[in-house]
């Protein structure tokens, strides 16, 4: 006996896989409910100048709305999905177009015909894997008829966004390579606390931090790769792996320089350097022997509120055959080792006022982890525009 037929037509399942596929792109991008962006912003401002029309809109079509990345004429950043228009433009690969909506069945109850809104032309924006995702559409309150020179232009634009959807994915992608850079656990080191952060002021930077065991004692490493994007996460990943290899067995002077060897060839090609802050505390003598090339700011802040800033005296990584010398401070009971990346100057006046803010903050909250809860705090307060990154190290009161 067979079985009985499945009661949903083949379309409908096909429909329902389409979507279910179309939402798993969506939310791969990242892009609901994030901020305006002026690389979107400036696609639809160009397709209203050229196309002569009052509304133009970058929109994202999630279960039940759409969303609006970026607008003119609108005023909102989202609509429900029953009003959308955008809602049949990810249905399939070609413009979908509607000449006069007033006298179109499908509309008879559209909120937006109601308001006035007649013409509508929309090319979907696929996400990388070839999925539409979403919509480049022009509207009017008049109804109107494109050529084909005028869809093959709004095709062209369209392009251009789907560049822009396409580098979201690599930043994305990019920024979990980066991600996987951070430590995951805060070592345990005998008299000592230890805490780390990195804000990224967008979804990938070339910032990283990173600490592990190392030839006598325990390595600390800030550090800030000149690029953007998928290269700059994968040298700054190269550069970690190298640094971890050749510290086990060398001096901070000697694991540095095989560190710039090995990396000259991947710098050249993306046309890069590194700055870096490199720190091996002996947690037994309290002795932290450091090299700081070319990175930011960091110093050690003393039990009794004084600070001592370290000089910044080497060339960043990418300049082969430059010999860098290792400089050491011993650590007294209560002193606090901190190095921030130059990302904090941005948000300063002066290189002093950021030096004082950031000793303030260490005799404030002399708990490792509280003084980075707080420079994540101001670094995202006031919109940090560079990534912040942040050690803190301190040697526990007896």
């Keep these: 006996m067979s079985a009985a037929p499945d009661s949903r037509s083949l379309d409908a399942v096909e429909a329902d896989t389409h979507n279910e596929t179309r939402l798993q792109s969506l939310a791969a991008l990242r892009l609901l ?135 979201t994915d690599e930043l994305n992608r990019a920024g979990d390579v980066q991600r996987r850079l951070l430590p995951r656990r805060v070592p345990e080191l005998p008299g000592y606390t230890v805490a780390g952060t990195c804000v990224p002021a967008l979804a990938v930077g070339g910032d990283f931090y990173d600490w592990f065991p190392a030839q006598d004692g325990y390595q600390f490493v800030v550090a800030d790769v000149m690029g953007k994007g998928m290269a700059a996460a994968l040298v700054g990943a190269g550069a970690r792996a190298v640094l971890r290899g050749t510290s086990q067995f060398n001096d901070v002077e000697t694991s540095l320089h095989r560190t710039d060897v090995s990396m000259a060839d991947d710098l050249e090609e993306i046309s890069s350097f590194i700055t870096m802050f490199v720190a091996r505390l002996d947690y037994r003598s309290h002795v932290l022997s450091y090299i700081d090339c070319g990175h930011g700011i960091a110093g050690i802040v003393r039990a009794d509120g004084t600070a001592l800033r370290f000089v910044s005296d080497s060339m960043p990584i990418g300049l082969l055959d430059f010999r860098r010398e290792a400089r050491a401070v011993q650590l007294a009971p209560g002193d606090t080792f901190i190095c921030l990346s130059d990302g904090l100057l941005d948000l300063f006046d002066s290189i002093e006022e950021a030096v004082e803010a950031a000793r303030i903050t260490v005799v404030n909250y002399p708990d490792p982890a509280e003084a980075v809860k707080i420079v994540e705090e101001y670094a995202r307060d006031h919109v940090a525009t560079d990534d912040i990154t942040c050690i803190v190290v301190r040697r526990d009161q007896l």
Excluded: W
């Design 33 to 167: 409910d994030t901020p305006r962006e002026e690389r979107f912003d400036r696609i639809v401002r160009l397709t209203q100048r050229m196309f002569d029309v009052p509304t133009v809109v970058v929109s994202l079509i999630d279960e039940r709305r759409q969303y609006n990345k970026a607008e003119v004429g609108v005023g909102k950043d989202e609509m429900p999905i029953g009003d959308s228009f955008c809602r049949y433009t990810v249905l399939d690969d070609t413009p979908f177009v509607v000449e006069d909506a007033a006298h179109d069945p499908r509309f008879v109850d559209n909120a937006l015909v109601a308001d006035g809104l007649r013409f509508y032309a929309g090319q979907p924006l696929k996400a990388p894997n070839g999925v539409p995702v979403g919509s480049l559409c022009i509207a009017d309150d008049k109804a109107r008829h494109l050529t084909d020179d005028q869809l093959d232009m709004l095709r062209q634009l369209a392009d251009i966004a789907e560049a822009e959807l396409a580098l």
